[in-house]
């Protein structure tokens, strides 16, 4: 069965198709992968093992037993497999997919599943597969050899079988390798600059200022920083085709999405991905205001009187607990930001977030289902709100407010949060009249939130997972709440451990953008020879192509100038179609970079054992019949229906078969009679 975890906690289990009539799980990967992604299948299940008397805080499903040897479900208290007999039996949580039923604009319903994680709640879209299809493989490898400063050249050829793959995979690496430029330009801004801890707001600031600073043209700015949805620009076309240089309006909606980005890198999305958070590069936490020891008081004060079981807490577990509290806030995403939160909160009870102008143009749309902000928040009129991290036993804020006070009630923990509202500590904000659902919210303001470059490494010692903490947030007592792992006991501890990779090529590594071009079949001759000529240019422009995503056809008879690496999307069928790929690279500086991918089917596999007879094999001369008299037949009739549509303005094919037939047997002047009589006039020159 195929593995799968959960982006928000890490839980992870299998996914497969239940089988109603066989009572187990199907092991076909195609079925399996077709359910999971239709997202409207009722037959798909996350299966996650637990130990012996573990509970899941987050059922959405039955716990059972689960036959290692032929994936049959068994009841929990059974000692054997009721379909096989055997006792390798493991237990786990089958969970069940959250079906949800909408309507399209066109007024008609549909059906949407979504799989619940046993451990943490989360349903927005956080159950992942895991592992790679070579579009990702080869834009990571990508990402790598661009941000080397031992790769002087830095132009690829990436090679595929058809046109619809190199079409989509040229788009695919200029989005998905975006992300590794801009981590790579914020690790640059933080370092190279030795920044002190600085409050959110003051970092995006700086941030674009230094931008503006290295990048001083501003079509160099655009290049290399506008994100691969925001192509569409009026701007970028005109940079593109004729060199134009940007207005300021693009460049304010470019510095808008960076602000954004960097929002999202340090808060919802800083634990997806190689994040500068999870390479030990930066990372953000949250600075409770200096207030004063009476205003501490006075929270402690209306928390004892409300709530009858924290009656005996204490000024500093107050203060780790609102510490920790801040923290989760942070890392869900819930900070206020007075551009776009407001237009978050107008669409909350969609679970979809819909932008409008000025914010449509730049930001990236937040589907159902994907990764999003989510905001601690309560219902207040009927309904729910799907980006409401809710209030309720057993969830995220939950466990952290017991962790440090003993007590698990909701109420206790909404009067925690207002209390920390009327001291300033957070804003509480209540959704508009647009949202079906009156809710509040509890939101950090942003100047409490600071990033910080000065990290400690924390390990659990139980489960060995590990994370980097802002040392400033540990020195206040907090920050060492337990561990995220699903049903962990243990408490993270300082640890020592071995530089992240990412993180030096993050901060040593070349700010560079890929552009990638397609070259194929499907372009206009005029179109691909500008491509050729702005790839083989010796003084490219930022927004030149540096990556042709190319069909065989590319493989001989082109010149593309210098080039030091060429990427095989996937293992070529023949040992010359090997040789003339690879060969297109190293032909100036005798040196260059060859990877090739093999996929997950026969032929690939095959060379993937045995490498060495792809590589080394011997190249078949190709087959020639000098006497092929058919073939220079079709190749003599070719040239002339070409020299016929080139001379003859008139020339014009009927528009189905039918009527050309027609023509011929009627002796009509219409094709194919005025070739054959255009032929007929001039066939000893033609030959």
């Not at 007999?85 to 059906?111: C, F, I, N, W």
């Not at 659902?437 to 942003?446: C, I, Q, R, T």
């Not at 999307?569 to 060859?594: E, L």
């Amino acid at each position: 069965l195929p593995l799968a975890n959960c982006r928000a906690c890490g839980c992870s289990g299998w996914i497969g198709v239940y089988s109603a009539k066989d009572k187990k799980l199907l092991s076909a990967l195609d079925e399996i992968y077709r359910h999971f992604f239709t997202k409207g299948s009722e037959a798909i299940r996350f299966v996650v093992p637990l130990s012996a008397g573990e509970t899941p805080r987050h059922p959405h499903g039955e716990i059972a037993r689960l036959c290692s040897a032929c994936r049959s479900l068994a009841a929990e208290g059974d000692a054997a497999c009721p379909a096989c007999g055997s006792q390798a039996l493991l237990r786990v949580v089958v969970q069940r997919p959250k079906m949800e039923t909408h309507t399209r604009q066109d007024g008609q319903p549909y059906t949407v599943g979504r799989l619940v994680c046993p451990t943490c709640g989360a349903d927005d879209g956080g159950i992942m597969l895991l592992g790679m299809r070579t579009a990702t493989l080869c834009s990571h490898l990508i990402a790598t050899l661009n941000g080397s400063v031992f790769n002087r050249d830095k132009k690829i050829i990436a090679f595929s079988d058809n046109v619809q793959d190199a079409s989509h995979r040229a788009s695919y690496f200029g989005g998905r390798t975006w992300s590794s430029t801009f981590r790579a330009q914020l690790s640059h801004t933080i370092h190279e600059n030795a920044l002190p801890d600085m409050p959110l707001p003051d970092f995006l600031t700086f941030l674009l200022d230094d931008l503006r600073r290295r990048h001083a043209d501003p079509a160099a700015r655009l290049a290399t920083f506008i994100p691969q949805d925001c192509k569409w620009w009026h701007d970028w076309h005109e940079l593109e085709e004729h060199n134009t240089p940007p207005s300021p309006r693009a460049l304010n909606r470019l510095d808008l999405r960076l602000r954004w980005e960097t929002c999202m890198e340090f808060g919802f999305k800083s634990n997806i991905g190689r994040t500068l958070e999870k390479t030990g590069v930066a990372a953000a936490y949250v600075r409770l205001p200096a207030v004063t020891e009476s205003c501490w008081g006075t929270v402690l004060e209306k928390v004892r009187n409300q709530v009858e079981g924290l009656r005996a807490l204490t000024l500093p577990d107050l203060r780790a607990c609102a510490a920790d509290l801040s923290d989760l806030m942070l890392r869900r995403g819930a900070v206020l930001d007075a551009e776009v939160v407001p237009a978050i909160l107008r669409t909350a009870d969609l679970g979809v977030v819909r932008w409008q102008p000025p914010l449509k143009f730049t930001l990236q749309g937040m589907s159902r289902g994907g990764i999003h902000p989510v905001f601690p928040g309560k219902t207040i009129g009927g309904g729910t709100a799907r980006l409401a991290l809710a209030l309720t036993p057993g969830g995220e804020l939950n466990a952290v407010f017991k962790w440090h006070t003993g007590c698990d009630d909701p109420a206790a923990l909404e009067i925690f949060l207002n209390a920390l509202s009327d001291a300033g500590i957070l804003t509480k904000v209540v959704s508009g009249p647009q949202a079906k659902a009156a809710m509040a919210y509890w939101l950090l303001p942003p100047d409490r939130v600071m990033i910080s470059s000065s990290l400690e490494t924390l390990r659990c010692p139980v489960c060995g997972r590990q994370r980097h903490a802002p040392r400033a947030l540990l020195d206040a007592g907090a920050g060492r709440v337990p561990c995220r792992g699903p049903g962990c006991p243990g408490v993270p501890v300082p640890a020592t451990v071995a530089a992240h990779h990412y993180r030096q090529q993050y901060i040593d590594g070349n700010v560079f953008r890929l552009v990638a071009a397609e070259h194929t079949g499907l372009l206009k001759r005029d179109e691909r020879a500008d491509i050729e000529k702005r790839f083989k240019s010796e003084t490219p422009a930022p927004w030149y192509p540096n990556l042709l995503s190319a069909t065989p056809t590319l493989e001989m008879g082109i010149d593309i100038g210098g080039l030091s690496t060429v990427l095989l999307c996937s293992v070529p069928p023949t040992q010359s179609s090997y040789v003339q790929r690879i060969g297109r690279s190293g032909r100036r500086t005798g040196s260059a970079v060859n990877v090739t991918v093999a996929n997950a089917r026969p032929h690939d596999l095959y060379f993937f054992l045995a490498p060495e007879e792809m590589m080394a094999g011997g190249v078949r001369a190709p087959g020639v019949y000098l006497d092929a008299v058919s073939v220079l037949r079709r190749q003599y009739l070719g040239f002339a229906l070409g020299e016929w549509i080139a001379q003859d303005q008139a020339a014009a094919f009927p528009r189905d078969i039918r009527a050309m037939l027609k023509a011929l047997d009627n002796q009509e002047p219409v094709f194919p009679n005025t070739f054959l009589d255009w032929y007929a006039a001039r066939r000893a020159a033609l030959a």
